[in-house]
């Protein structure tokens, strides 16, 4: 039974950082495709980062260059470090896990493509 635990979340001013873990168990992340999705209130689940092991890194243009998606395989877990955090990057965070790697690019930030799913941590980012 795959399990995802997402924990780092909190409330920053804008402009600091945080870090987002989710640690994975019955799921070998080593081989798999993973990625982090956010919903604010009020609006609809994005895609923010995704990491695949066959086709790498991919981040939606509102992160890019500001967050990074890694993954330690020996501690089974995600992480996802945000940094100058904006007052729009308020949402609740979530770590999803695909059965198949392989895709690339935009597919990877498609919430049709995991089929398993954290909890969520809360971002808060104040002004």
């Known amino acids: 039974q795959v399990q995802l635990v997402e924990s780092g979340g909190g409330s920053v001013q804008a402009g600091g950082s945080l870090r987002l873990s989710c640690a994975a168990s019955?799921?070998?992340?080593?081989?798999?495709?993973m990625a982090w999705f956010r919903q604010a209130p009020g609006k609809a689940r994005e895609g923010v980062a995704a990491?695949?092991?066959?086709?790498?890194?991919y981040y939606a243009d509102s992160v890019q260059g500001r967050f990074t998606i890694s993954q330690d395989n020996a501690k089974s877990t995600l992480y996802l470090q945000m940094n100058s955090l904006k007052v729009e990057d308020t949402a609740m965070y979530y770590c999803?896990?695909?059965?198949?790697?392989?895709?690339?690019?935009?597919?990877?930030?498609?919430?049709?493509?995991?089929?398993?799913w954290g909890q969520g941590t809360q971002v808060t980012v104040s002004s």
């Open positions: 990491i695949d092991s066959r086709s790498g890194a």
């Open positions: 019955g799921y070998t992340i080593s081989r798999g495709s």
């Open positions: 999803a896990a695909a059965s198949s790697a392989g895709a690339s690019g935009w597919l990877l930030l498609r919430d049709w493509r995991y089929n398993y």
